[in-house]
């Protein structure tokens, strides 16, 4: 076996982790809607924060507007073709992982590389590396590990694959020990990185941890890339079969479970602002799906035409005609002209979200009524760990 570890120094955390996954699983169901936002929402942050650890300078937003179909202007085609190429890997995984007759093997591991690197022939999509690599510290430029030789990828990753194939070991753990594995095999000449995470990804749902909230790891590891790269010091600075890993395994399931911690109330509140804006819109006499457009308006941010189509799925017509209404009941207000309009927070979006989530009042400035709601939700939320309902009030317009 590549690496070692001691599953009993894990125990604590492991069963924490069962405690949660057991717990989110048994949580009243998410409206269809509000899940597909939320997984929307995670899947741009794990992109957006797994890409830029690799060098690719796009942000959250970029990445939000890449995968409703639009090509923000700033965003070179080959990153943008990077973030889409993220976003397959993801879902072909996660495409395999359900399959009756998925295994752990070699073929499903380049095929996940090549569409990491987006196709990308010359850089050695698809293909393991064939030449000596070393490792370096991104953001130091430090040389800090050098991987086996080329001649020994093939074997240590089909014993690796092997092993994930056969052991019955804890998602948690399994997630983490194929993450520093395929990192410290460093099997390609890039993408790595990308690769070894989502690999980490795959090993948690198809250990039954199928929610979003443990398979997006890579937003909590972009905000920390210190604790990151430091939790691979227990490689050393050679390739070393022989190694204990268990101080990584330990890092990566503490990440895992400060990440599950905080995205619960975070989640909880955010489902309470999603439904009062579908509220928010069917009281204005709108279509429920012009919460899309609301929801990026609350957050603070912009909303284009193209970007709503694509999260919608209407024609051009229906979405200029939803957006054109919600600047009517001054819930969305329109920027630029034609080609250039964009959309952001009206006057009475805040004001009547609130009502909607029995706030008696919140300021008129959008940053910090926002400040506000999401605020005192958390507090409710921290402090009762329930949910609160929604009653239909008529709308008097303030203004």
Known sequence: MIFTYDSKNLERLTEELDAWGHRLDYRTPLARTWLGRLRRDLEAEAIAASTSMEGVPVTVEEVRRILAGEQPPEVSDEDR????????????????????????????????????????????????????????????????????????????????????????????EMSAWIHIVVAAIHPFRDGNGRTARVLASLAMY???????????????????????????????????????????????????????????????????????LEEVAEDRGLNRRVANALWDAFFGRFVTAGYYRGLSDISPATATNDLASAVAAKLLRAEGQRRGRRYVAGANLFREAAGWLFIDSVPDDPDVARGVITTELAARLSRTGEAFGFERRPFVDES
């Open 81 to 172: 073709a990077l973030v889409e190429g993220y976003r397959d890997a993801m879902a072909f995984v996660l495409r395999r992982a359900d399959d009756p007759s998925f295994s752990w093997n070699r073929e499903m591991v380049v095929a996940l590389h090549d569409r990491v690197l987006a196709g990308r022939f010359a850089e050695g999509a698809g293909r393991m590396r064939t030449g000596p690599t070393s490792v370096v510290r991104r953001d130091t430029g430090e040389t800090v590990f050098s991987p086996p030789s080329a001649e020994d990828v093939p074997g240590l990753v089909d014993e690796a694959l092997a092993y994930m194939e056969e052991s019955g070991g804890h998602p948690g």
């Open 206 to 276: 198809r250990g039954g941890f199928k929610r979003p909230e443990f398979t997006s790891l890579e937003e909590w590891w972009g905000r920390r890339l210190g604790e990151y790269y430091d939790a691979f010091k227990c490689l050393g600075q050679t390739f070393d079969p022989g190694r204990d890993v268990t101080p990584f395994i330990e890092a990566h399931l503490t990440a895992q479970l400060h990440q599950v911690r905080a995205l619960d109330v975070q989640e909880r509140s955010q489902q309470h602002i999603w439904t009062a």
